[in-house]
């Protein structure tokens, strides 16, 4: 890159091969090209729109090689701080300059981060079953394909729909195509009746060498939490995630006390900041905020670099919706980062495949960024336009009285 080399044009692709994409393409007047993911599910046209509207404009003409100084230029020069939108939109101009970066340097971005302190990345995927027996089915599935951690989640008796879960598939797609959200309906008491027996029995199935995990997806009270931490106690999770909303984390007091069960939070937080008290009163063991989520590499590392000092280590969430790209940048992240802990890997279609080609890979249970320069990701834009963006969203869950409870 000469000295004089600057960010010539900034383009937003969305694209739908098989569910909604948003990629940013950052290139510089020498011709490099820098990727970065800004799919935010349910919500990708708003983060399209903040990205040519407000930030494109303003990215033209800047230096490429500024990748922390463009992430402080976004952010404090936005006034308005925070929020999923924004951190979005931020998060994919960070993974493209690091691209960028490392495309210049002709060196794996995981180089430029210090080189890896492991030789690959532990992964997670999933494993669904509306019944138990079908969980198991999953399970064994899973293993074959040499996965050493599952995430299990069964459907529930009396339950039509349930997170993580769908009826007669063997894939699982939080997002629905079409103009509305489907509206789920959510019953505590019967999920907590269940979850606990399938849980044990997928324990008892896959023996002490498996780690299982399992997402309630922010349903439960603090007392409620608490309960079912203690009744898994002996399924020996590698993590429950998400037991409560966690909007107020003090309430995640009440369930430390009650259990030593891992718990997992973050895949809705933004910064640093949403991080800092379940990070520094350690009321939680994984962090799981996401690379496109959460500002992008600089920002996923500074999480880290503070989870690190109170012996939290990071799982950052993978599913579907976060794009080839952002996992290859997580890769990137895992690769070199001491408290990493695991990376979700939900995987993608075929044509997901297709339109973004990378160099990441997965074999026996982990994935690995890859070895050419940048991310290692790219995009077919020619591909891409065959996919135009269909509304989907996530979707709503009502209690059996009616009333809107979390998703
Ligand atoms: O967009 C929301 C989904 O990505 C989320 O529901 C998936 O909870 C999730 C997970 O842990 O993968
Ligand atoms: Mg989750």
Same mark, same amino acid.
């Given at each position: 890159?000469?000295?004089?080399?600057?960010?010539?044009?900034?383009?937003?692709?969305?694209?739908?091969?098989?569910?909604?994409?948003?990629?940013? %393409?950052?290139?510089?007047?020498?011709?490099?090209?820098?990727?970065?993911?800004?799919?935010?599910?349910?919500?990708?046209?708003?983060?399209?729109?903040?990205?040519?509207?407000?930030?494109?404009?303003?990215?033209?003409?800047?230096?490429?090689?500024?990748?922390?100084?463009?992430?402080?230029?976004?952010?404090?020069?936005?006034?308005?701080?925070?929020?999923?939108?924004?951190?979005?939109?931020?998060?994919?101009?960070?993974?493209?300059?690091?691209?960028? %970066?490392? %495309?210049?340097?002709?060196?794996?971005?995981?180089?430029?981060?210090?080189?890896?302190?492991?030789?690959?990345?532990?992964?997670?995927?999933?494993?669904?079953?509306?019944?138990?027996? $079908?969980?198991?089915?999953?399970?064994?599935?899973?293993? $074959?394909?040499?996965?050493?951690?599952?995430?299990?989640?069964?459907?529930?008796?009396?339950?039509?729909?349930?997170y993580?879960?769908?009826?007669?598939? *063997?894939?699982?797609?939080p997002?629905?195509?079409?103009?509305?959200p489907?509206?789920e309906?959510w019953?505590?008491?019967?999920?907590?009746?269940?979850?606990?027996?399938?849980?044990?029995?997928?324990?008892?199935?896959?023996?002490?060498?498996?780690?299982?995990?399992?997402?309630?997806h922010h349903r439960?009270?603090?007392?409620?939490?608490?309960?079912?931490?203690?009744?898994?106690?002996?399924?020996?999770?590698?993590?429950?995630?998400?037991?409560?909303?966690?909007?107020?984390?003090?309430?995640?007091?009440?369930?430390?006390?009650?259990?030593?069960?891992?718990?997992?939070?973050? $895949?809705?937080?933004?910064?640093?900041?949403?991080?800092?008290?379940?990070? *520094?009163?350690?009321?939680?063991?994984?962090?799981?905020?996401?690379?496109?989520?959460?500002?992008?590499?600089?920002?996923?590392?500074?999480?880290?670099?503070?989870?690190?000092?109170?012996?939290?280590?990071?799982?950052?969430?993978?599913?579907?919706?976060?794009?080839?790209?952002?996992?290859?940048?997580?890769?990137?992240?895992?690769?070199?980062?001491?408290?990493?802990?695991?990376?979700?890997?939900?995987?993608?279609?075929?044509?997901?495949? $297709?339109?973004?080609?990378?160099?990441?890979?997965?074999?026996?249970?982990?994935?690995?960024?890859?070895?050419?320069?940048?991310?290692?990701?790219?995009?077919?834009?020619?591909?891409?336009?065959?996919?135009?963006?269909?509304?989907?969203?996530l979707p709503v869950a009502?209690?059996?009285?009616?009333?809107?409870t979390d998703w």
């Open positions: 890159m000469s000295r004089t080399d600057t960010i010539a044009a900034v383009d937003v692709i969305v694209t739908s091969p098989g569910r909604n994409y948003v990629a940013l %393409k950052i290139t510089t007047t020498d011709g490099v090209v820098g990727w970065g993911d800004a799919t935010l599910n349910g919500r990708e046209l708003a983060v399209a729109a903040y990205l040519r509207d407000h930030v494109a404009p303003l990215l033209v003409g800047r230096d490429p090689a500024r990748v922390e100084d463009t992430w402080q230029f976004l952010y404090r020069g936005a006034y308005w701080r925070r929020g999923p939108v924004t951190m979005t939109a931020i998060g994919a101009v960070d993974i493209a300059l690091w691209d960028i %970066k490392g %495309k210049v340097a002709g060196q794996p971005v995981y180089q430029l981060l210090g080189g890896a302190v492991r030789d690959r990345v532990l992964s997670y995927t999933h494993a669904t079953g509306w019944d138990v027996p $079908e969980l198991l089915d999953s399970v064994d599935a899973q293993r $074959e394909r040499g996965f050493r951690a599952v995430r299990v989640q069964t459907g529930v008796p009396g339950l039509d729909t349930v993580g879960v769908t009826r007669g598939a *063997t894939g699982y797609e997002a629905g195509r079409g103009a509305a489907v509206v309906v019953d505590t008491d019967a999920y907590l009746r269940h979850a606990p027996g399938a849980l044990a029995a997928a324990r008892e199935h896959v023996g002490p060498d498996v780690q299982l995990l399992h997402d309630v439960l009270t603090p007392g409620q939490a608490a309960r079912l931490g203690r009744a898994v106690e002996s399924v020996d999770l590698f993590w429950l995630e998400d037991v409560t909303p966690a909007e107020n984390q003090e309430v995640l007091r009440h369930v430390r006390r009650h259990t030593t069960v891992p718990l997992a939070i973050g $895949e809705v937080f933004n910064t640093i900041w949403e991080c800092q008290q379940l990070i *520094t009163e350690q009321l939680i063991d994984f962090v799981r905020t996401c690379v496109t989520h959460a500002g992008g590499i600089s920002h996923l590392r500074r999480i880290a670099a503070l989870a690190e000092v109170w012996q939290i280590r990071l799982g950052p969430h993978g599913p579907s919706d976060v794009s080839p790209v952002a996992l290859g940048a997580s890769l990137h992240v895992g690769l070199s980062t001491p408290n990493f802990a695991i990376q979700e890997y939900m995987g993608y279609g075929p044509q997901v495949h $297709e339109v973004f080609q990378h160099a990441w890979s997965y074999a026996d249970g982990h994935l690995h960024p890859g070895d050419v320069p940048g991310v290692g990701v790219e995009v077919d834009e020619a591909l891409a336009a065959r996919f135009p963006y269909e509304p989907a969203y009502r209690r059996r009285d009616g009333s809107m």
